[in-house]
């Protein structure tokens, strides 16, 4: 090989190493640009779950199996009664308390008189209220919960405050979800999410 062909081929092996390295660096820095941003919006779900954890609330979820983050501190009832919302004596002091009626296929059978006895326990026990779901929307507008018209396409809405303050449609926005968490997600995960999300924001706790 002369001299000539050596420069060339020592230039062009230069220039294909450093287009290498440039491109190993491009990819390290969106690889950390797209970690930096999953880690900041995952947090803000995490930040979500750590307020409503650290507001002491008894939260408790009747109905279809409750697909919430594991670190939220949440226990499954199966009736209404003072022994289940009580919990065993190993549930730790509250300041509150919260029950999610989990219904997103419309597959609960719950009557009148049981939203009743629920609105009992939200205006004289200041329990929060939160249905997820549609098909029982009539039966709680027929038991007093509603005073004027829900929206078409309802698929949630909380009670507290007594029953003073609601807020229909609060979780039915995915979009409330960070992208980067929501692309994880199920279609059964989304509107739990959704309900977290806002519990900060609003203080509905």
């Known amino acids: 090989m002369n001299a000539k062909r050596l420069i060339v081929t020592l230039v062009f092996t230069a220039i294909l190493l450093g287009f290498v390295i440039w491109m190993v660096d491009v990819f390290i820095q969106d ?36 697909k919430a983050p594991e670190s939220l501190r949440v226990r499954h009832i199966y009736d209404f009664k003072n022994d289940s919302l009580q919990g065993d004596e190993n549930n730790p002091e509250h300041y509150g308390h919260m029950i999610i009626i989990n219904d997103p296929n419309g597959t609960l059978k719950l009557n009148k008189d049981s939203w009743v006895e629920l609105l009992d326990l939200l205006k004289y026990d200041a329990y929060v209220i939160v249905y997820l779901g549609s098909e029982q929307l009539p039966n709680m507008q027929k038991a007093g919960y509603f005073f ?50 806002p519990m900060q924001a609003k203080q509905y706790i």
């Open 148 to 197: 004027d018209v829900y929206p078409e396409g309802t698929h949630s809405v909380i009670f507290w405050n007594y029953g003073r303050s609601k807020d229909i449609g609060f979780a039915d926005d995915s979009l409330i979800i960070p992208e980067v968490v929501r692309e994880t997600l199920t279609s059964d995960q989304l509107t739990v999410y959704a309900m977290i999300m």
């Open 31 to 66: 690889a950390a640009r797209k970690n930096k941003i999953w880690r900041e919006q995952s947090q803000k779900v995490t930040d979500a779950i750590d307020y409503i954890n650290s507001k002491s609330y008894d939260i408790m979820y009747y109905g279809e199996d409750l």
